[in-house]
């Protein structure tokens, strides 16, 4: 009975974590159930297994699958974790799970108190934008997607007013998705609209040209009394 134990004890393998992480974690605003979620995807990854079942998951962790789901999708709005593209010998792509993103969020704990430390824009700016998506949406945004909000504030630079201008136009337009955001949003910086006052001023001197289109078409329409020749 002891040998079994031993042989599937030794079987299942072993997940290290290191000490920074394990005494810091709640420092890079990770929970302790995302910390647990953490562990257990990482035990599927040490062991070559890249794209594990939640179900599985959520049973080891004695709950559900959408509450497992959920808690991945807020480390990846928190930047901990990310999901990327391989190729797989078949030649198919597959997602898989990458934590680079929580080494650099850890990297951080030690500048906390630099003045000279650059200032990142609030977490709470960032959550309120992918909660406003979601609600307009009418649904939860996958892990892809929260990536692709995310490239545009940390690579592209766009500003958080700036991305719910673009998801009200869309809305307007009646178009639910990321890539008509990105148009918008990229059609803006093509023109230099950085901000929301330079895109109102904008929208106003658009209206201000069709008016005046408007107008001179109107006159040009208006009708010539015409005269008879014997009537003078």
Same mark, same amino acid.
């Given at each position: 009975? @002891?040998?079994?134990?031993? $042989? ?6 072993? &997940? ?6 394990? *005494? $810091?974690? *709640? /420092?890079?605003?990770? &929970? ?9 995807? =990482? ?7 890249? %794209? ?20 991945? $999708?807020?480390?990846?709005? $928190?930047?901990?974790?990310?999901? +990327? ?6 030649? #198919?792509?597959?997602? @898989? ?10 990297? =951080? ?11 990142? /824009? ?8 992918? =909660?406003?998506?979601? @609600? ?12 692709? @909000? ?13 991305? *719910?201008?673009?998801? #009200? /136009? ?24 950085? &901000?929301?006052?330079?895109? /109102?001023?904008?929208? %106003? +001197?658009?209206?201000?040209?069709? %008016?005046? +289109? ?8 208006? #009708?010539?009394?015409?005269? =008879?020749?014997?009537?003078?």
């Amino acid at each position: 009975m @002891v040998a079994d134990f031993l $042989h599937r004890y030794l079987k299942a393998g072993t &997940t290290s974590i290191s000490n920074l992480l394990l *005494h $810091h974690y *709640h /420092e890079i605003g990770m &929970t302790t159930g995302q910390l647990m979620v953490y562990l257990e995807l =990482k035990s599927y990854l040490d062991r070559g297994i890249n %794209q594990p079942s939640l179900k599985a998951i959520a049973d080891h962790l004695g709950t559900s699958e959408d509450q497992v789901n959920q808690l991945i $999708h807020e480390m990846v709005s $928190h930047k901990l974790v990310t999901q +990327r593209l391989v190729s797989t010998a078949s030649g #198919k792509d597959m997602a @898989v799970y990458d934590f680079s993103g929580l080494i650099d969020q850890l990297t =951080k704990i030690g500048d906390q108190n630099d003045p000279n430390t650059d200032t990142k /824009e609030p977490t709470t700016s960032r959550e309120e934008i992918f =909660k406003q998506i979601q @609600v307009e949406f009418g649904r939860t945004l996958s892990p892809m997607e929260l990536q692709y @909000v995310n490239q545009w504030i940390d690579q592209d630079h766009y500003s958080t007013d700036l991305i *719910h201008l673009a998801l #009200k /136009e869309a809305v307007v337009n009646g178009k639910y998705t990321l890539k008509y955001m990105d148009r918008i949003l990229l059609r803006w910086q093509q023109s230099n609209l950085t &901000t929301p006052q330079a895109i /109102e001023a904008d929208r %106003q +001197r658009y209206e201000q040209r069709r %008016q005046n +289109r408007s107008n001179t078409g109107h006159e040009m329409t208006e #009708k010539i009394p015409i005269f =008879k020749l014997n009537d003078q």
